[in-house]
C-alpha cells in the first residue's frame, strides 16, 4: 500500500472565521520522554521525518529524500533512490528491532512509507532513515496499546486549519514541547490551496509568509510543491518527529468548499475537469503523508481514508471523509437541506460509523470529524460600522439567523438517521472532534427529539482567519456580541470563542473526556506564547458538558 456559494451568513470563513510502501520486514508512558526538535544531518531529508496511524503493532514511517539538487518537488527530476530505515528502542540505536530498504521512486515524488509492523504495544520508539550515507532526522513515535488493555489515560492533541500565508505554526511547537502525547489527530486543512495574498493575514490579506508556488494548486505538481512547502516549516518538523499524527483532510487540501463533482472554487472553464484536480491533490496527500489510506475514494481514483483506530478498551476513534462523497452545498432555507437524497458521508460511510458506534467495546467513541455536527443557527455578517455607535450593542439586529449549510446543517438527513441510531441503541459516550470553523466551540449535540444524545468539541484555528480578522475589528469586540447571539439562539452551545487561534489538547479517562484550549497571542509571531483558553469536560454515562477549571485526574 503507498499510500463553498458565497452568503451573507457568518459561515465557516466569512462568519467563524498511492498506498503505504511495504519494505521488509521496555514500555513507558509517553511523558516519560521530553520532546526534541529533530536534528539534520544532511541535505537529503530536507522535509523531515514522520509517523502516524499507530496500530498495537505497527506504525507508518515517513520521509522524502532528495537523491539529486534537481530532485525538487513536483520536478519529475532525479532518479530513484535506495532508502535504508531502522527502528530501535533507543535513541542511540543500539537496540534496533526493525530495518528494512525501500526505494523513492520518482513517480511518488521521491517519498518513502513503511509501514513497520512487529512492534510491541504501547511502546515508544525511535525511528531514522539512511541514504547514500546521509541519516535523517531521529523520529519518535509510539505504538497504540493492545485492543483488551485497561488504561488509566490517553492525551491527543487536536489541530486543524493551518495557513502558511496567515501565520506562524507556534501550535505545533507548543505540542511538540509537551513530551505526553500519544497521538496528534489533524482534522484536516493542514495545507491550503491558495493563491498569494487571499485570505491571508486580516481584513486586508497580508501574507506573513508567501505560498509556493505562488499562485493557487490545481496541478500534480502544484499540490506536491504545497506539501514540500509545509513540510519544511521546523515546528511542524519537530512536531512530526516527537508523535504520530492520525489525519483526515477537509477541503483545503483539494479545493474551498469541494464536494464529490467539484467545489464553490473550482473553475473547470479555466482550470479543467475538477476530477482530475481531485485526483492529483488526492495523490499528492497519499504521497507526502504518514496515513494509510486503502480502496477508491470518491474524486476518481484517489484512496479511501476514512478508518478506525483502537487505543484499548478506552478509546475507538473513526475518522471520517464528509468531503469526498458529499452532495454539493444546498443553500440555507431551501428544503434541498433535508432531502434524504442528499449525503455528507455517502451510504457506506455513514453504516460503517453507525455500525462502529454502536458496536464498540471502548468506553469512549471518539469521532475524528472535519466539520461541526451539532446544529447552530448563525447570525448574520455583522459590518462593523453599525456596531461603532455604542459601546452597548442591541442583539436585536442579530436575530435573522439561519444554519451554515457546509457542516451538517446543510446534510439534516445524514445526521438524523445517525443520531437515531445512537439513541435507538442506547450508544452513550460518544465524542465528536471537529474543525472547520476556525473557532473554538463545545456542545452538547440534540438527537431528533431534542435530548443531548452526544457531545461535540470544536477546535480553533491555528492560522486561518475567523471573526475578528475577517470583518477587520478588534479581538474580543464584536465577537462578544456575536458569541451571545449563538448562544441565545442555540442553549445547547455551552462555549464558543470566535476569535483565537490557537490548538486543543484531549485529555480522555474512564471517568472523563477533558478537552483543553489553549490560544496563541500572536499568530504573526513565531515565538508566541500560547496560554490556556478555556477547558471543558463531559463525564462517563451523560453528553452534558461542564466548565473545567482544574486539570483531570487519570
Known sequence: MRTSEATELLDRRQLLAGSV????????GP??????APEPTGSRFQHGIASGDPLPDAVVLWTRVTPTADALPGSGRGPDALVSWEVSVDRDFESVVRTGTVRAHVGQDHTVKVDATGLKPATNY?????YAGDLSPVGRTRTAPAPGDELAELRFGVVSC?????????SYRHLADRGDLDAVIHLGDYLYEYQPGKYSYGHDN??????????????????????AQYKTDQDLQALHAAVPFIVTWDDHEVADGSWEHGAFEHHPGKEGPYGRRGRAAQRAYDDWRPVRLSGTAGAGDGRKIYRRLQFGQLVDLSMLDLRSYRSERAVAGEPAIDDPARTITGEHQLAWLTGTLVTSPCRWKLVG???????????????????ALSQVISLTPLKSSAPNTDEWDGYTSDRKRLLERLEAEGTSDVVFLSGDVHSAWASEVPGPRGVPLAT???CNSM???????????PARTVSLTLEAAIQEENPHVRFVNLDDHGYSVLHVTPAAVQMVWYAVTDRRDRRSAAPRLAAWQVRSGTPRIVAADRELQA
Open 369 to 387: 470529524n472535519p466539520v461541526m455536527v451539532a446544529p447552530v443557527r448563525m447570525p448574520p455578517k455583522p459590518i462593523v460600522g453599525d456596531f
Open 206 to 227: 497580508l501574507d506573513v509568509r508567501r505560498h509556493d508556488p505562488p499562485r493557487e494548486t490545481i496541478s500534480l505538481r502544484d499540490y506536491r510543491r504545497r506539501h
Open 463 to 473: 492560522t486561518s482567519n475567523n471573526v475578528d480578522d475577517f470583518i477587520g475589528a
Open 21 to 28: 510502501g511495504i519494505a521488509g520486514l521496555g514500555m513507558f
Open 31 to 36: 511523558a516519560a520522554l521530553p520532546a526534541r
Open 126 to 130: 525511535f525511528y531514522r532513515f539512511t
Open 456 to 458: 461535540e468539541f470544536v
Open 162 to 170: 493551518a495557513n502558511w500565508q496567515a501565520g506562524w505554526f507556534s
